[in-house]
């Protein structure tokens, strides 16, 4: 087996690896709770279960992965992987900043980001396309359904500076 | 209320103008985001399931999400017959035919049977919920937890190995949804499991983040690293839709037998519209004297899987109404949707809720006629539809993500919850884990969880006296039968397979 094949068999056996460990964990955790008896079971009992279900099918799954005669994984090449985490980041964005910044001001960069980052050619249409998005999503939340979005911080301050 | 009154006053519910424009925008918005390939129904339920919650009556929000569920099956088969891209993965069949109809000059008349299929399909199917929901949800009544407990242990079994390539990963994910549903304070003696002390896990894990996230978010990151070209559509002129005396001909009983069909197997767990395009297409090629047309533009090969698709997914609607269970995640937003109202799908829905019944019921009618008047003539603005570039939409679609999920509790914790759904259901479908038994466990996990504790409080312990209920031993009579014939099918596969293979 070369390095690329051990690589993606090793990736492969992420998950299964992972389901396995949760289900120790979940035992371990669920005995913790009170188990009950048979005829009255208590809070503890079905975690248990579950718990040492993904213990046995994560096994099975291990063993199926193992036995596979070929790898089902699909590389994913450098510049596609850099691009989910950015996007994953820019998304980010959004629930850490929205207290700060408000949700117009955060809306539009975020949007206005991964209209870039999903190859959005040149300035103009990523900001059509971030201020279209910033007034829908103004007017049908926030006038039309009276969602409470955050104003932000910084708008506070702002209207703080103007007030004062 | 009898069937008759019933569906009286259904109509006179879904005939009020905001009900009406609800089933409009829905069947409407289902055209489209079928027609769109990636967006599914789910994304797009769960995206408007908070907004739902705006409305006066909560049968508008309800009429509005069946409509985007139905009407994702009428607009996937457009972008199957100009484009041979699917726009939903029961509109895969249509493609096979579909396109090659398209390819010969006849992608009007494949578009307007498809058309057509759908809208008898989609009455047949409603009028067979009609009849079974009422009865089924008679003789719901008198399930106690045991038998809700074989229910349960019947569906997930079908569910994980109709889901997936393998029943071990179907059987994983449901665990996993199991597990996410035992997050919380404990609903019988009030202890917290699994919180890790923190206050925002106490209240469980919603379910609305987990499939936005595992639906939405995982979609993005995938249409972002597909590096597919967008093809060029089949032209259609409003003249080139009528389909030939023939082609009506040969495409009428494809179309009832795929109506009766999908019906019936949307009633089982697990992605009836798809199955049921499979099993039809299959059929109709079986039953056909010109089976070497198949495959090459032959009509009955769009009319049967059309027809199918549309009609499972209104008998998907009758376990989740009459029973209270969803056997598909559009069902489980559903179910979501109505909990969120406070009104409990089940047996006591036609009790307390029988409004709420017939006003979906009749919505559908309507809905099913508004779907014909629109996917006809404006075929060729929906054909457009399909030509918007992921970078124009997927920007949008995630900030409407990341707004739906935070406008349900005005928590950001949610939004934490969903981008890590959505980051874990990326590589989740890479690795062909199925997603859809995660939402479904997650869904019915405190319901199977609490079957299961009083069915042995019941029992006192011995859960071998099931077998003496006669329908839980009915129904887990059923799974053994079923998981028998799934083992022995795979060994006799094996066997052949060796045969072969030392041959």
């Known amino acids: 087996m070369d390095t690329i094949n051990i690589r993606v068999r090793f990736k492969e056996i992420i998950f299964p690896a992972l389901f396995l460990i949760s289900g120790i964990l979940i035992v371990i955790t669920a005995k913790k709770y009170e188990i009950g008896s048979i005829t009255n079971p208590s809070a503890g009992l079905f975690p248990l279960i579950i718990g040492f279900c993904l213990i046995i099918l994560g096994l099975m799954d291990l063993r199926n992965i193992i036995y596979m005669s070929t790898s089902e994984a699909e590389v994913l090449d450098k510049d596609t992987v850099i691009k989910i985490i950015a996007v994953f980041l820019i998304l980010i964005v959004w629930p850490a900043f929205l207290g700060l910044l408000g949700y117009v001001l955060v809306t539009f960069i975020v949007t206005l980001i991964l209209a870039k980052l999903f190859s959005l050619g040149g300035w103009i249409k990523p900001v059509i396309l971030a201020f279209g998005t910033t007034v829908f999503i103004h007017l049908s939340f926030k006038e039309w359904f009276y969602l409470d979005l955050p104003d932000g911080q910084v708008i506070d301050w702002f209207k703080f500076l103007i007030g004062g | 209320m009898n069937g008759l009154e019933g569906i009286l006053n259904g109509f006179s519910q879904a005939l009020t103008l905001v009900n009406l424009i609800a089933c409009f925008v829905g069947v409407l918005l289902g055209t489209i985001i079928g027609v769109l390939p990636g967006l599914g129904p789910t994304a797009t339920m769960s995206l408007l399931l908070p907004i739902t919650l705006n409305f006066n009556e909560p049968v508008t929000g309800l009429i509005m999400l069946a409509g985007i569920w139905y009407g994702a099956q009428y607009g996937g088969s457009t972008t199957s017959i100009l484009v041979n891209i699917p726009g939903e993965a029961a509109s895969v069949m249509t493609c096979i035919d579909g396109n090659q109809m398209a390819k010969k000059g006849r992608a009007g008349a494949a578009l307007s049977i498809a058309a057509l299929a759908s809208f008898i399909a989609g009455t047949v199917g409603i009028i067979g919920l009609q009849f079974f929901a009422p009865p089924l949800a008679k003789a719901a009544l008198s399930f106690g937890p045991p038998e809700y407990l074989c229910l349960m242990i019947l569906a997930f079994t079908l569910l994980t190995n109709l889901t997936g390539s393998s029943p071990t990963k179907g059987l994983l994910m449901a665990f996993v949804g199991f597990f996410l549903g035992t997050i919380g304070t404990d609903s019988q003696t009030g202890m917290n499991r699994f919180t890790l002390g923190s206050a925002d896990l106490m209240g469980g894990i919603d379910f609305l983040p987990i499939a936005m996230g595992l639906f939405g978010i995982a979609e993005i990151i995938s249409v972002l690293i597909d590096k597919e070209s967008n093809q060029q559509l089949e032209k259609v002129r409003f003249k080139d839709l009528f389909p030939n005396k023939e082609e009506l001909k040969r495409s009428s009983k494809p179309m009832f037998r795929g109506s009766i069909l999908g019906f019936f197997i949307g009633l089982i767990p697990g992605p009836g519209p798809t199955i049921s395009t499979f099993i039809s297409y299959s059929l109709e090629k079986r039953l056909s004297k010109i089976k070497d047309q198949f495959g090459k533009g032959a009509v009955e090969g769009v009319a049967g899987p059309e027809a ?196």
């Open chain 2, 308 to 503: 199918a698709n549309n009609s499972a997914v209104t008998g998907s609607l009758v376990p989740l109404l009459a029973l209270g269970i969803p056997f598909a995640p559009p069902a489980a937003l559903l179910l979501a949707g109505m909990r969120m109202q406070n009104i409990e799908a089940g047996p006591m829905l036609f009790q307390q809720f029988p409004n709420v019944f017939w006003g979906i019921v009749a919505s559908m009618y309507l809905g099913n006629i508004m779907l014909l008047i629109l996917n006809l003539p404006l075929v060729g603005f929906f054909a457009k539809i399909a030509s918007i570039k992921p970078m124009f939409l997927m920007p949008v679609v995630s900030i409407l993500c990341l707004i739906g999920v935070y406008s349900v509790r005005n928590n950001i914790f949610d939004i934490w919850i969903m981008l890590l759904a959505g980051i874990i259901g990326f590589f989740l479908r890479r690795k062909n884990y199925p997603v859809a038994p995660l939402i479904l466990a997650l869904v019915l996990g405190p319901t199977t969880e609490s079957a299961f504790r009083n069915s042995l409080t019941i029992l006192n312990g011995n859960l071998s006296s099931l077998f003496e209920r006669p329908i839980a031993a009915v129904l887990l009579a059923v799974t053994i039968i079923y998981l028998i014939a799934t083992v022995g099918r795979k060994y006799i596969k094996l066997k052949k397979l060796n045969t072969a293979v030392s041959k």
